[in-house]
């Protein structure tokens, strides 16, 4: 029984007689919302840091909280680079964490934008600019097809 060719993403080029079969280079687009996705995932790790440091040294007005918000930025950090790993893996479950971590990236962004401190206009504009930029890649022609496949 002649064995059959393994199917190819669109505008994948055919693999020449007796060459492994193998995952195509994700498109720079991909690469670079994976790289948006690990330039978030480390702020909320310093985020998380910082409110750490903050509740050892007896700062926190209530350490159950404070150790709640460790907790739940660095979950939301692994997620993101979970769901990084699994786009550049061609696997398209990763695509919907995403987007929904850049929507309340964005509601996150216009509070701080909207509060009057300097810092915080300044900490909303990255989080705008950073959000939207990975939310625009994530619709973006390549990046569909790169993780549609699985």
């Known amino acids: 029984m002649p064995q059959s060719e393994p199917p190819r993403r669109p505008g994948q080029e055919p693999l020449p007689e007796g060459q492994p079969a193998g995952r195509p280079a994700p498109p720079p687009a991909l690469r670079a919302l994976v790289a948006g996705l690990g330039l978030e995932a480390a702020v909320l790790a310093v ?67 909207t509060s009057g401190a300097g810092w915080a206009v300044a900490l909303g504009v990255g989080l705008l600019v950073v959000g939207l930029g990975v939310a625009v890649l994530l619709f973006t022609r390549p990046v569909v097809e790169a993780t549609t496949w699985g």
């Open 47 to 113: 985020a998380a840091a910082l409110v750490a440091v903050e509740a050892f040294a007896g700062g926190s007005g209530s350490i159950p909280m404070s150790v709640f918000l460790v907790l739940s930025a660095l979950g939301v950090a692994w997620a993101l680079l979970a769901a990084g790993r699994a786009l550049l893996a061609g696997r398209r479950g990763g695509r919907s964490v995403v987007m929904t971590w850049q929507v309340f990236q964005v509601i996150v962004a216009f509070s701080a934008l």
